[in-house]
């Protein structure tokens, strides 16, 4: 009795060897690596990434199709989204992940790509302040009228190209006048002179 119960313990001990190295197969032939759990885009920005698939280890070849579960508005391969990778090898998968202008600081985009035929990836873009906004309003310092100073609306009343919020004189009009000696062009109709 005691030979048997030996034999069965033995036979669990090599089913589960078994079981290990056909899971430890699978999780080398479907990885996929080089992929952080978030990045950071400003407004407006893009990157350009890969992911890393492995090959299979048992001496197969296979076939990677990238299908993009969430955030699929956000995410592009430019090319294509199907990859060949040999057995015992490793190959690069492209992927360009971009955020509209509208995006805010702060905002977060999920996204999930799933590589079929065994494995899924998941992680965030993280919208940061864009280097080249200085005041952080969403507009870039080469198009914003105030670049030092929050605005983003670009209020300009006086069409001067000097948004409202730095502008010493705002409202300023094409007269030419100065009647009460500030400084600034009036605008005749905020002096009451014409109604």
Request: some cysteine; glycine content about 12%; charged content about 20%.
């Amino acid at each position: 009795m005691k030979m048997k119960r030996g034999k069965n313990i033995f036979g669990l001990f090599l089913v589960f060897s078994m079981f290990v190295i056909m899971i430890g197969g699978m999780v080398s032939a479907c990885g996929a690596g080089g992929v952080p759990t978030y990045v950071e885009i400003y407004p407006g920005g893009s990157q350009y990434r890969s992911f890393l698939l492995f090959g299979e280890s048992s001496g197969y070849d296979r076939w990677f199709e990238g299908i993009v579960l969430e955030g699929f508005e956000y995410i592009s391969f430019p090319d294509g989204n199907v990859f060949f990778v040999p057995a015992e090898e490793m190959v690069f998968a492209p992927f360009i992940l971009s955020v509209p202008n509208s995006a805010k600081v702060g905002d977060i985009y999920p996204m999930e790509v799933f590589w079929k035929p065994c494995t899924s990836i998941s992680w965030e873009i993280h919208v940061i302040p864009d280097p080249n906004d200085s005041d952080g309003d969403g507009i870039p310092d080469s198009q914003d009228n105030c670049y030092l100073i929050y605005n983003p609306f670009q209020e300009d009343n006086d069409n001067d190209g000097v948004g409202d919020v730095c502008d010493a004189c705002p409202l300023e009009d094409s007269t030419g006048l100065d009647i009460d000696s500030d400084g600034c062009i009036d605008n005749i109709q905020g002096l009451g002179l014409f109604r």
